[in-house]
């Protein structure tokens, strides 16, 4: 079974602009949750989305936005990039199952703001 | 609310000596979920177990095993005759029953030596 991918793998964007990073979870998922990873603030979670409604929401600015899609793939969108968006973006899906509460993650999207 | 405590910031040890990571964590929840994942120089985040509030088995596959104590709020994560391939970093992690987000430590870096 294929894992979690996440495209694009690098990225450079300058100050002000807009970027979305995408996610493809395993085949049967339903869950998606985002990450982003610094090392300052370690790993943070941003938002969980489950059958393409928002179900859980971390503590990030409104500049940073999500959607899911039908086919469970998901979109995280940063607007208006600030230097302190520089980070590792993990994605991670999950079966979300009363038995099963792994999340696996994908390889991330490292993302650098000039 | 949920926090993670890794209190070992970074471990460094020779190969083949056995090497314990420490994890406290604090909920108020009665049913909650625990989780360690590794993350190697590649950066992804590599699953590597999973355990309920319930459950306070110890648990060992192969040369790794953890110890759970629910008195002390504690999921210590042993690694035995360590091998190079173990260096990474190791995250400790916590989740809610919908299992929808995961509060992460901070991490411990782990380098075994040859």
């Known amino acids: 079974k294929a894992g979690v991918t996440q495209t694009p793998r690098y990225l450079i964007k300058t100050r002000g602009q807009q970027v979305t990073l995408s996610c493809s979870p395993i085949?049967?998922?339903?869950?998606v949750s985002w990450y982003q990873q610094t090392p300052g603030q370690g790993l943070q979670f941003l938002f969980e989305?489950?059958?393409?409604?928002?179900?859980n929401k971390g503590n990030f600015p409104g500049r940073f936005s999500g959607r899911q899609f039908s086919n469970s793939r998901s979109e995280m969108n940063v607007s208006t990039l600030e230097l302190g968006d520089s980070a590792l973006y993990l994605c991670a899906s999950s079966l979300i199952s009363n038995l099963s509460y792994e999340q696996y993650f994908g390889p991330g999207t490292r993302l650098t703001v000039t | 609310a949920q926090k993670v405590t890794q209190a070992q910031t970074e471990i460094s040890v020779v190969e083949k000596e056995d090497v314990t990571l420490d994890c406290v964590y604090e909920?108020?929840?009665?049913?909650?979920?625990l989780f360690w994942y590794k993350q190697p120089p590649s950066g992804e985040l590599v699953f590597l177990i999973r355990?309920?509030?319930?459950?306070?088995q110890n648990e060992i596959s192969g040369r790794y095993s953890w110890n759970f104590q629910k008195s002390t709020s504690s999921f210590n994560f042993t690694i035995t005759a360590s091998q190079v391939v173990d260096s990474a970093v190791y995250f400790c992690?916590?989740?809610?029953?919908?299992?929808?987000?995961?509060?992460f430590g901070q991490g411990t870096e782990l380098s075994v030596k040859p």
């Open positions: 909920t108020r929840d009665t049913t909650y979920y």
């Open positions: 085949s049967g998922h339903r869950s």
């Open positions: 992690a916590l989740s809610r029953r919908d299992g929808g987000k995961l509060i």
């Open positions: 989305y489950f059958s393409e409604t928002q179900r």
């Open positions: 355990r309920n509030s319930f459950d306070e």
